[in-house]
């Protein structure tokens, strides 16, 4: 996936960019409820989340979801489900907002964004040489999880198959994806984006989802 020349180009205004960005906040926490239920991911929204994680310096907005949106698309069908007041899962919701919760946290502890930040570099390093998807960096980026953003007050608590969550690698599975949440959570602060505005760009948000 070549970041250069993105096949589909984001969209250049900010509540289009916050969309997308929100987006992969949910994609995050729909793939946390699947792991959880089910043990299983859609493989396109997994690889995305992971290389939106990995790529800390990436060459423009687009390269973080890989060029193209519908690799979002797990995450902007939730997140237009949701705003459209459809059926909306609730615990994915749940997720969603403590992600949310999680990075504004974050990003008022500088030393905490700093150690991540270190533990996020030597991950890159891993993936050059086993690639990004590979068991070694999954349980890089879970370590980097519990070792910051789960010692902090606002837990998320993941409901699920008991024996599925102390499964082998699923720990790390999960938390791999609850860190690609604070990731698209930060993008979308970095956009723009604020909690409180979620309430009264709700129709702006759905306008942007639809072009998507």
């Known amino acids: 996936m070549s970041a250069s020349t993105p096949i589909h180009p984001a969209p250049d205004t900010p509540v289009g960019r916050q969309a997308l960005a ?115 960096i999954i349980a890089s980026l879970g370590e980097a999880y519990q070792q910051t953003l789960s010692t902090l007050k606002t837990r998320i608590v993941v409901q699920g198959d008991p024996s599925l969550l102390q499964s082998r690698m699923m720990p790390e599975r999960v938390r791999a994806c609850l860190l690609a949440g604070v990731r698209f959570a930060l993008l979308w602060h970095q956009q723009g984006g604020r909690r409180w505005k979620l309430l009264f760009q709700r129709s702006a948000l759905k306008k942007a989802l639809d072009t998507l």
Not at 26 to 34: G, Y
Not at 124 to 136: I, K, P, R, S
């Open 22 to 136: 929100l987006a992969g906040v949910f994609q995050a926490a729909s793939l946390v409820d699947e792991l959880a239920r089910t043990g299983q991911v859609d493989q396109r929204a997994w690889d995305t989340l992971i290389h939106a994680t990995l790529d800390t310096n990436p060459e423009n907005f687009e390269a973080i979801y890989g060029g193209h949106p519908n690799n979002l698309r797990l995450g902007l069908d939730t997140l237009e489900g949701m705003l459209g007041r459809r059926q909306a899962n609730p615990v994915v919701m749940r997720y969603g907002f403590s992600l949310l919760m999680l990075m504004s946290k974050l990003r008022g502890n500088n030393a905490m964004m700093d150690d991540l930040g270190q533990r996020l570099t030597r991950a890159q390093g891993q993936a050059e040489h086993f690639g990004e998807t590979h068991e070694n």
